[in-house]
């Protein structure tokens, strides 16, 4: 349960730092009046659909946490046989960081105004992304061709959850990217545009790294850092 | 005294009027509605059904207890049928969805002096979720098989295999699709109150001037975004084992003679995950009882809370805690020495934030106006009963005492008094306390009084005994202890008499319910702020609240939620949208 603790502290410390700005200190039986004229605004001047999807970005990451302790938990027993990864997996990871590039240019698009190059990078993110899917389809594939089936082995198991799970969230940002695409082919006007486009962004990226986490996880570097990080410690 | 800003010069209200959604029909307004306040009654009244099918579920497993063998139909199958859903219902589907659906949906918004929720589209959907789950789990009785037995816990490797209830049936299978459905339904709710609470206050209504309720909801709901996530990878992983065949928890093991398929799984990796929600799931219950007690004990004591910043303090703090004391549900699991010394420890150290607020509760009492009313009674139920229960939690903390004592009627009692019992009493005292502004009609007072005390005196005549059977070693899950060395004569009495007790709180139960139904149309017309307090739901332009709260314009908020009994004012209360400067309230010591 190590890794959900940790995430968890990244948690707390963000949630300190964040009340640490909210003047607990303060004593509201003494204070009459607008505050608000001395400090700022109540809220955060971030939009609210940021700061929404930050929280749930928080949800989704504590769920993958939870998900690399379980393996690590599983891994530890002795039926453990570790799967060799297939190599599409590495065309995959590109891929995905294609799409990522993508969006992130088509973010930096909206912001200047460029509507053109928004619609190439929302349609190219999009692509990339199929493409992303349909790899890791392929490389579940090849794995039950080479026999690893989801039941013989845990190791198996925990290949197939996490990336299917990891696949399910990227097939949830796909239709909020399509809505977006959509959008910036039938005139949704620039601010909103915009937002969404930056929304999108922030998800992916989020998705990314926690495929990148995944990766190092299921070819094992996740374990052999742990193993490092506790040798040093001890 | 700091007066901030002179009430004359204060600017108009810059907060950003959000886009309301508008609803154009009848399907809009009242069934597929947006709005957080009918959003909040449709969570009320399915928590409330459902939970009423709890509530018969426990007398059948009464019946059993307190006269066995004389009822055929509660077979041993059916009776570990009733314990799991009884135990699953009462937990998740009624105390979580009340708290947070309901009173989150219906509390914050009008607490902070919001239109609405931020996503209100999310927030529908969140509840048809919640109904989807709710119909799932309920089918479950209808599936051949019937419900899941497995216990509310749900331990594998029994909770899926043949001799369990459901285990090779579809009930283990809709029980875990109900709370897959749950918990995405909650999540996407939980990002409604979250977002609220941070982004849609109202001018001036700083953290530190939001209502200890607002407080208690916002931050258990926090902890659940976070929590529920690990009963999600339970249950996703136990559907795998089930279905699919794999073993992430299924060790290899011989049922009927056969081998099965499945092998060197770790039952204990699902108690982790299991009680990694299944704790501070405790608290989320928790925290929103202590923060609506504190605001109920406020208001209908007339004095500002006591310590209201060690209240909030302790809120944050309980939440935080409550993450790393899960293994103290799993001492007897067989785990490493060092370990259980490590949870007892953080077990025992989240007494003191606990304690502090008990503490500040009762000072907030201390030469109080205390009107006696009834959710003022439910309030002063609930101190003492948490009170009670918590002290048992301290024996139970400890991994000696724990051991003995882990399969019998005390931990029954224990977590009943804590975590059913005194919750239940603050949602009972705030139906109580805000019907009138739900409704715009007061709840009928004599009902009121019999449903309190037959409540109270009844919980106490259930559980306090059933401590005392549990101290004599009268085991739990046992569907009939008959010729057991225990089960003396007088613990044959003792059982028997809890269960009429039992039976005698429940029907107590239908008199409120049908005082919550006589009452909206014959229920004395209530005004728009019956008990006088400061927080800004009661200053709404109408009762009940019209669609957008607050009329054309949004309170602005010039103090903190506890100004009673200020002296040098005119009124016993002050509103917290009331500009200009009263004196000081009492300084807190």
Known sequence: MSVILVFLLVIVGFAGWW?????????????????????????????????????????????????????????????????????????????????????????????RGQIDTVRLGLATAGLTA????????????????????????????????????????????????????????????????????????????????????????????????????????? | MVDITPADTVPPAEVAEMELYHPHSWWTKYVFSQDAKVIAIQYSATATAIGMVALVLSWMMRLQLGFPGTFDFITPEAYYQFITMHGMIMVIYLLTALFLGGFGNYLIPLMVGARDMVFPYVNMLSYWIYLLAVLVLVSSFFAPGGPTGAGWTLYPPQAIMTGTPGGQDWGIILMLVSLIL???????????????????????????????????????????????????????????????????????????????????????????????????????????????????????????????????????????????????????????????????????????????????????LWRGDIHLTIPMLFALAFIVTFVNGGLTGLFLGNVVVDVPLSDTMFVVAHFHMVMGVAPILVIFGAIYHWYPKVTGRMLNEAMGQFHFWVTFLGAYLIFFPMHYIGLMGVPRRYNELTDMTVMTESAHDLNSFISIMAFLVGFAQVVFLFNLIWSIRHGREAGGNPWRATTLEWQTPQTPPAHGNFGKELPIVYRWAYDYSVPGAKEDFIPQNMPGSFGSSREPA
């Open chain 2, 182 to 364: 749950f918990i995405i339904g909650f999540t996407m709710g939980g990002l409604n109150y979250v977002v609220t609470v941070l982004q849609a206050r109202t001018r001036g209504m700083t953290l530190m001037r939001l209502p200890l309720t607002v407080w208690g909801i916002f931050t258990a709901t926090v902890m659940a975004l976070l929590a529920f996530p690990a009963l999600f990878v339970a249950c996703v992983m136990m559907l795998f084992d089930r279905a699919l065949g794999t073993s992430f928890f299924m060790p290899a093991i011989v049922e009927m003679g056969e081998q099965l398929q499945h092998g060197g799984g770790s039952p204990i990796l699902f108690q982790h995950l299991f009680w990694f929600f299944g704790h501070p799931e405790v608290y989320i219950v928790a925290l929103p009882a202590f923060g609506i007690v504190s605001d109920l004990i406020s208001t209908h004591a007339r004095k500002n809370i006591f310590g209201y910043r060690m209240m909030v303090w302790a809120i944050v703090g309980i939440g935080a805690l409550s993450f790393v004391v899960w293994a103290h549900h799993m001492y007897v699991s067989g785990m490493h020495p060092y370990f259980g010394f490590f949870f007892a420890t953080t077990t025992l150290i989240i007494a003191v934030p606990t304690a502090i607020k008990v503490y500040n509760w009762v000072l907030t």
């Open chain 1, 19 to 111: 009340l640490s700005h909210q003047r607990l200190m303060a004593k509201p039986w003494l204070e009459q009046g607008v505050i608000g004229d001395i400090i700022g605004p109540e809220g955060s001047t971030l939009p609210t659909a940021k700061i929404g999807l930050g929280v749930f970005l928080a949800v989704v990451g504590c769920l993958f946490a939870l998900f690399t302790s379980a393996y690590f938990m599983r891994m530890a027993l002795s039926d453990w046989q570790a799967l060799p990864l297939p190599r599409v997996l590495w065309f995959n990871t590109s891929v995905l960081v294609l799409s990522s590039i993508a969006l992130h240019c088509a973010s930096v698009a909206a912001r």
């Open chain 1, 130 to 234: 199929l493409v992303f899917l349909i790899g890791q389809l392929v490389a579940w594939r090849e794995l039950t061709a080479d026999g690893y089936l989801l039941t013989a082995n845990p190791a198996n198991s925990f290949f197939y959850l996490i990336t299917g799970m990891h696949g399910l969230h990227i097939l949830g940002g796909l239709v909020a990217l399509s809505r977006t695409t959509a959008g910036a082919w039938n005139g949704t006007p620039p601010e909103r545009l915009r937002l969404s486009v930056e929304l999108c962004a922030m998800y992916w990226h989020f998705l990314l790294f926690v495929w990148l986490a995944i990766f190092a996880l299921l070819a094992g570097w996740a374990a052999t850092f742990i193993e490092i990080c506790r040798q040093l410690l001890t």
